[in-house]
């Protein structure tokens, strides 16, 4: 890692714990230049060298900086002018010296470099190293200190791009993950993550210790008041600089905490539950979704960087496919669940809800937006509803992670809202095409900015006056279908949806569920806007997606025999069903039963010999997300299996057909793509593999990774496949469940 770092002359200014780790980070990975140090404090520097820590050093600026090709100002921040002062008196060309330092506050430093040179010069590369102990002192320093931490850089727009590398490449050399951000988000991000929570923490101790009985409060205080007190044990002269210094964010930061602490003491004044359990549950689950999030991604919310998390499946060939499973609950009824039953008079009880994190995002969504959620626990989630009218303006953007469903449905929902709001997702979601939502709302009078290329974030201008209107899907999208049915709601008048071909019809069969009038006429459905919804319960039957890999793999499989319990068996999603047997699939329902308006039922799957078929159109958009699994079912048949019309797996979370091609390539599959669908030449015989091994990647496509992982069943040697951490946005347990039936499947890089 040092190499990378060419700095021949080092100068740490201020040598405590924080100047004191950098250098000992750089000399633990064989760092070849000089480090020196100045302090006040000629026992520091003592200390420091006896350590091995630096060369050389002193008290004098003036005798330290000339002949230095970098300078880390490690200094109090309200010392930093004086100390800018003295590096301008000694170096009188600046601009040959890289300088970067490691304060907390950013905007008060740049505003001293301003004072100082009259401008930040190009070689200041201001930062911030998140990272720090309740000790002080060079003695403290760590080599570990930064290893696997965040430094985040605030450069200036005109920084020299060589200085802003080899600061990058300093802190990298010590472990640290190197982000940037401007100097305003820095400040604001920090007064609420570090520095609100210090205060509150001085504040309660310094409150208690005033009081007669403190020797009991801290003789019998449990270990959650140490650990949110611990921090008020931190250095008072460092914190009181740090309020002074970035007090305008900190007291921004500061009324909002208040505000809020005012209305949960207004909830706990007037015994007011509901209100309680809004506070108490949104701030819980956003504790664990963070929590969550943080482990796939480096501060997603906060500092919007892409997934770190890179999870690998290894797959061995071979395995059985036996036994009964339940799969996880129908991602697109959990959704649907939340949205109505927030929007509902009333309270909603929810059984069999997915646990993924789609789902979960759009719970904290709604959270975010006032409404009192229980759960889930083990399926099963207590909506409290607002009524159509009672959402509230949530504080920031809405994060949606990977869910295209979330976010379509919710630009209808949030379009006849009076208030703004923004929908962002992850890296993968930000790149999906949001215009098909976008421009029909904004027939319908709504006013929405999207990115570049009609792309995400949405921001949604509240307050619009909807107005019904008849459209005609330019495709089969049950997400534009329900996202227009949404903002119906809202509108003044009819909002009438013609579709080109039957999609799914949850939306429809949920809103009647609910108590809101949605009617149907051949390929036309439509509601009047203005109406109410009336909350109930739900059982969220499991997804026939998820259940898609569990009956390929027994269709696959000579010996087979799985039974899938619970399954939503709705008439618009069961073009897998219908597909599998026109191959010769040998598959059979029983206890069928309805359940809040969607028909269910257990499907029993045994091996019989699959035939290749050219698969008719009207079965194509029945079964939109479940082709990456018929592929692998189609390599495994005798003959070809032909797909055509199916464009629209080309703007999936990936282009499903080419990322499916590029994986039956690496397994010797013989296929032909063509624009809107593909052909498969599959092999057909029971008593030989269907296909070789390989290394497959994913595309982050949870679809093509559970696709692959099942493949292998029929595989003569090891699939690893790629890019797999968004599995859990969809089926959380298909590891456990793929083992259960009989498969070795390994996961590597879970922790990221």
Not at 337 to 363: C, N, P, Q, R, Y
Not at 450 to 466: F, M, Q, W, Y
Request: charged share 20%; aromatic share 6%; glycine share 10%.
């Amino acid at each position: 890692m040092a190499h990378s770092v060419s700095e021949s002359r080092l100068l740490i200014v201020g040598l405590g714990l924080i100047g004191g780790s950098l250098a000992a980070a750089l000399r633990q990975v064989g760092f070849e230049g000089e480090i020196v140090a100045c302090d006040p404090d000629t026992s520091e520097i003592e200390r420091g060298i006896e350590m091995g820590l630096i060369d050389s050093g002193g008290t004098s600026l003036s005798q330290q900086a000339p002949g230095a090709s970098m300078i880390v100002l490690a200094v109090p921040v309200l010392a930093m002018e004086s100390v800018m002062r003295e590096l301008a008196d000694v170096l009188p060309d600046i601009a040959r010296v890289v300088i970067t330092d490691v304060g907390s506050t950013k905007a008060t430093i740049r505003d001293c470099a301003r004072r100082v040179f009259g401008r930040v010069p190009s070689t200041l590369v201001l930062g911030h190293p998140i990272a720090g102990s309740e000790k002080s002192g060079v003695a403290a320093a760590n080599p570990s200190l930064y290893d696997n931490h965040k430094v985040i850089l605030t450069p200036e727009p005109d920084v020299d791009p060589d200085a802003l590398a080899r600061v990058r490449a300093l802190w990298q050399a010590t472990g640290a993950e190197v982000l940037e951000m401007d100097v305003a988000q820095h400040d604001h991000v920090l007064a609420r993550t570090s520095h609100l929570p210090h205060l509150l923490a001085f504040s309660l101790v310094d409150t208690l210790a005033r009081q007669d009985q403190r020797m009991d409060i801290f003789r019998y205080a449990a270990g959650g008041f140490r650990d949110f007190t611990r921090i008020a044990g931190s250095d008072p002269v460092m914190w009181r600089d740090i309020f002074i210094a970035n007090r305008d964010a900190v007291l921004a930061s500061l009324d909002d905490f208040e505000a809020g602490l005012a209305t949960l003491r207004a909830a706990v004044e007037a015994g007011n539950s509901d209100a309680m359990l809004a506070t108490f549950d949104r701030a819980s689950h956003a504790r664990q979704y963070f929590e969550s999030l943080l482990n796939d991604t480096s501060y997603q919310a906060e500092y919007l960087m892409q997934s770190q998390g890179q999870v690998t499946y290894r797959v061995r060939p071979g395995g059985q496919a036996q036994g009964r499973l339940r799969v996880p609950g129908d991602k697109s009824i959990s959704h649907r669940s939340i949205m109505l039953g927030a929007l509902a008079e009333g309270v909603s009880e929810v059984k069999g809800f997915l646990e993924g994190e789609d789902s979960l995002a759009t719970l904290q969504a709604f959270r975010e937006m006032g409404v009192a959620i229980e759960g889930p626990h083990q399926g099963r989630v207590t909506i409290h509803g607002l009524g159509m009218h009672g959402l509230k303006a949530p504080s920031g953007p809405l994060y949606v992670g990977n869910s295209g469903t979330a976010m379509r449905l919710f630009a209808g929902l949030l379009a006849g809202q009076a208030f703004d709001s923004e929908l962002t997702g992850d890296a993968s979601l930000n790149k999906r095409p949001m215009g098909r939502v976008a421009d029909p709302l904004r027939l319908m009078g709504a006013v929405i900015d999207t990115a570049e290329g009609g792309r995400p974030p949405l921001k949604i201008h509240g307050g619009s006056v909807l107005k019904g209107i008849d459209y005609e899907l330019p495709m089969a999208s049950a997400q534009v279908k329900s996202c227009l049915l949404f903002a119906g709601m809202y509108a003044d008048g009819e909002i009438r949806v013609r579709e080109p071909a039957p999609t799914r019809d949850h939306t429809e069969r949920m809103l009647n569920g609910f108590g809101y009038s949605v009617s149907r006429d051949g390929d036309t459905c439509w509601l009047a806007g203005g109406g109410k919804l009336t909350a109930g319960p739900i059982d969220v039957p499991s997804d026939i997606s998820s259940a898609t890999f569990f009956l390929v793999a027994a269709a696959i499989t000579p010996g087979a025999d799985i039974t899938l319990e619970h399954v939503g068996i709705n008439p618009t999603r069961i073009g897998v069903i219908n597909i599998l047997t026109l191959m010769g699939a040998d598959l059979a329902l029983s206890n069928q039963a309805e359940v809040g308006g969607e028909p269910v039922a257990d499907i029993r799957i045994r091996y019989a010999p699959l035939k290749g078929i050219e698969i008719p159109a009207d079965q194509v958009p029945l079964a939109i997300d479940e082709f990456p699994a018929l592929f692998i079912a189609a390599a495994n048949a005798d003959g070809t299996t032909r797909l055509r019309g199916a464009e629209e797996l080309r703007v999936k979370e990936s282009d499903r057909i080419q990322a499916m091609a590029d994986g039956l390539a690496v397994l010797g599959v013989e296929h032909t793509v063509v624009e809107d669908g593909i052909d498969i030449v599959g092999n057909g015989r029971e008593d030989t593999p269907s296909y070789g091994g390989g290394r497959i990647d994913s595309l982050g496509d949870h679809r093509i990774a559970m696709a692959f992982t099942v493949a292998a069943l029929r595989a003569s040697d090891e699939i690893v496949i790629e890019d797999c951490a968004n599995v859990g946005t969809s089926f959380p347990n298909f590891v456990e469940l793929a083992t259960r039936i009989g498969m070795d499947v390994k996961v590597e890089g879970e922790n990221g």
